[in-house]
T-cell receptor, first 113, second 116 residues
Framework: GQNIDQPTEMTATEGAIVQINCTYQ??????LFWYQQHAGEAPTFLSY????GLEEKGRFSSFLSRSKGYSYLLLKELQMKDSASYLC??????????????FGTGTKLQVIP | EAQVTQNPRYLITVTGKKLTVTCSQN?????MSWYRQDPGLGLRQIYY???????DKGDVPEGYKVSRKEKRNFPLILESPSPNQTSLYFC???????????????FGQGTRLTVV
């Protein structure tokens, strides 16, 4: 089966930095996505990694190590509006040459004043 | 405005009564997929489609059907709904690049289905 692990919940302080980890063991890998989902809303895309290393987009950065099956999302200068769930998703090929996407269960981040 | 539109947003139905949830995107995306989201289980892919007339099972396809007759539409069909299909459903679409593969997903607003 496919296994993607994230912490269930995290709490961090406004203005601080928080790192949300994601580890995966999947049958195949060719990319990893991070999404943000506010309560009651649809997920929205944050970042994408296909090669090892760090991708930076403003206050958000994402890191990937394919050899370790590990990624993290780094949020800097936390704001109250960053309180949301953060979803890690692995893109992987299947035997038919198609591409499936498998999500982790998500990390609920609470930002406190 | 680029968007993925699902209908209905909310639906309460009875066990065994066939239903269809529609999904339409206006971005000319090749790849479309359906997910269900349940507490503690996250988003799970039900079915996906790489292009017109090309569909494949995701991780939880039992009890669902899909079709992709046109590029913009990807309806989800529950032939005989059961209470364990009560869930929040999301449709999503993505570009598919031959070199890069499937890119980031754009999600519809969700359909909250209750089967009693």
């Amino acid at each position: 089966g496919q296994n993607i692990d994230q912490p269930t919940e995290m709490t961090a302080t406004e203005g601080a930095i928080v790192q949300i980890n994601c580890t995966y063991q999947t049958s195949g890998f060719n990319g990893l996505f991070w999404y943000q989902q506010h309560a009651g809303e649809a997920p929205t895309f944050l970042s994408y990694n296909v090669l090892d290393g760090l991708e930076e987009k403003g206050r958000f950065s994402s890191f990937l190590s394919r050899s370790k099956g590990y990624s993290y999302l780094l949020l800097k200068e936390l704001q109250m509006k960053d309180s949301a769930s953060y979803l890690c998703a692995v893109r992987r090929p299947n035997s038919g040459g198609y591409q499936k996407v498998t999500f982790g269960t998500g990390t609920k981040l609470q930002v406190i004043p | 405005e680029a968007q993925v539109t699902q209908n209905p947003r909310y639906l309460i139905t009875v066990t065994g009564k066939k239903l269809t949830v529609t999904c339409s995107q206006n971005m000319n995306h090749e790849y479309m997929s359906w997910y269900r989201q349940d507490p503690g289980l996250g988003l799970r892919q039900i079915y996906y489609s790489m292009n017109v007339e090309v569909t494949d099972k995701g991780d939880v396809p039992e009890g669902y059907k899909v079709s992709r007759k046109e590029k913009r539409n990807f309806p989800l069909i529950l032939e005989s709904p059961s209470p364990n299909q009560t869930s929040l459903y999301f449709c999503a679409s993505s570009l598919y690049h031959k070199g890069q593969g499937v890119t980031e997903a754009f999600f519809g607003q969700g359909t909250r289905l209750t089967v009693v």
